[in-house]
């Protein structure tokens, strides 16, 4: 698993960010997934669809706004590990040594559904 360690906050999380104008969304994912990293992938597939009505978030310019997020799945194909502004450590973690590590149980939750490999996304 493909982790990050997020400079705003020292949790550990898995690369993403916001959809830029004239993007696709997996355009979004392999774009953040290199900028965080510095890992070139490829998405092969949905996780799901994360909407908590429980998980809204207060930026820093004043905003407040309940997250959603879609999580994908995907293959490395080449690059460096490089941490950025965004990320202190950029790392692959064994399934075995993510309890080692301090994850938000948001982010626990997309990564449990991913190692569970479903049929179909979850929406939830």
């Given at each position: 698993m493909l982790l990050i360690q997020r400079t705003d906050n020292g949790l550990w999380s898995l690369p993403g960010g916001g959809q830029e104008i004239g993007e696709s969304v997996a355009g979004a994912a392999v774009r953040e997934a290199q900028e965080e990293t510095g890992v070139r992938v490829e998405v092969t597939g949905m996780v799901g669809v994360y909407s908590d009505p429980a998980h809204v978030i207060a930026y820093s310019d004043g905003q407040v706004r309940q997250q959603f997020s879609l999580c994908l799945r995907a293959v490395p194909l080449g690059g460096t590990l490089t941490p950025s502004d965004e990320s202190s450590d950029a790392r692959w973690v064994?399934?075995?040594?993510?309890?080692?590590?301090?994850?938000h149980p948001s982010t626990l939750l997309r990564i449990t559904h991913g190692y569970e490999e479903r049929p179909e996304p979850y929406i939830g």
């Open positions: 064994a399934r075995d040594d993510l309890v080692t590590l301090d994850i």
